[in-house]
């Protein structure tokens, strides 16, 4: 039997069952009852008829639709205009989202349990975790590229892409980056040097970072090191952090560690610049890797946690 409301009559008798589908007629209807009486077993609550039976609220779309949502919003009094969470599930992905109705406000996704806050993503995208209601840090999410390939330079003047790729950043935004970069040749004898530095479409408000380069001249692994040299660089552009070698063979390892501030988003490509074609091109080793992951906002100090 299909029960239809139309808003002029209702069922009344508390007794009352119904044995089909009930259908509601018109617009803007409301299923209303003491949900949120201070006694939590006074209020109305959903619960199966079936004696010892788990209680499933069940939701599925018409026709050939795929979506099912559950939404919330918190202003009653213009839902048109409103923050609101959504719950979805649709034939390519299930969807957890804090959104918007028109002018509504943006708002966080919070994870609390324990009675505290455990975990945060911001309206801007970032996640951070909290320790016995202590801010423990930024929970980062990093791009990753490591070689199962060698790369092969070109025995020639001018920037190479040190992994043949470049990352696309985001604008406004302050990155940390990892990179460890063995490089080796094994001919040509011509003085030169080797820069590093960093191109692309991005813009960079500032960058500093850390090289440190044990090289040698017969493997990576070699006892017989030409030398180990170290800088901190603050510039994009190609800094040379090498000596100046004319052996055939030689093996330069760069470890790198450095931040950077986005201006405008575009591409980030690390480098690498001969000051000489040395008569044999470098390539770039199987297992080097760079990881990058946004830290914060730019424009001021970058601030995580409980600092003061």
């Not at 009653?76 to 409103?82: A, H, I, Q, R």
């Not at 380069?213 to 017969?218: E, K, L, R, V």
């Not at 480098?271 to 946004?294: C, N, R, V």
């Amino acid at each position: 039997m299909a029960i239809t409301l139309d808003g002029t009559a209702g069922i009344t008798t508390p007794a009352d069952t119904v044995s089909g589908n009930l259908t509601f007629t018109g617009t803007s209807n409301r299923i209303t009852g003491d949900f949120s009486n201070a006694t939590i077993a006074s209020r109305v609550v959903l619960q199966s008829s079936t004696t010892n039976g788990a209680t499933r609220l069940t939701l599925i779309p018409n026709g050939t639709s795929t979506a099912s949502n559950i939404e919330i919003y918190n202003n009653p009094s213009d839902l048109s205009n409103s923050s609101f969470g959504q719950v979805r599930l649709n034939s390519s992905d299930f969807l957890i989202a804090s959104s918007i109705t028109g002018t509504g406000t943006y708002l966080p996704i919070v994870f609390t349990t324990g009675g505290s806050e455990r975990a945060r993503i911001d309206t801007s995208g970032y996640m951070t975790n909290t320790v016995n209601g202590n801010g423990a840090g930024l929970v980062q999410g990093q791009q990753y590229y490591r070689l199962n390939t060698a790369v092969a330079g070109a025995n020639a003047t001018g920037a190479q892409s040190i992994f043949g790729v470049g990352v696309t950043l985001v604008g406004s935004t302050v990155y940390e980056f990892e990179m460890v970069v063995p490089l080796s040749k094994t001919a040509g004898t011509t003085l030169h040097t080797v820069a590093l530095g960093f191109g692309g479409t991005a813009t960079i408000n500032n960058i500093g970072y850390m090289v440190h380069t044990p090289n040698g001249n017969s493997s990576f692994n070699s006892a017989a090191a030409i030398a180990v040299l170290e800088a901190f660089i603050s510039t994009a552009s190609a800094t040379v952090i090498s000596g100046s070698y004319n052996n055939a063979g030689l093996y330069l390892i760069f470890l790198i560690k450095g931040t950077v501030s986005i201006n405008a988003g575009g591409t980030f490509i690390p480098q690498y610049t001969l000051s000489a074609a040395p008569g044999g091109a470098y390539s770039t080793q199987i297992g080097s890797y760079i990881k990058i992951s946004a830290l914060s906002a730019s424009g001021a100090n970058t601030s995580i946690g409980t600092w003061a």
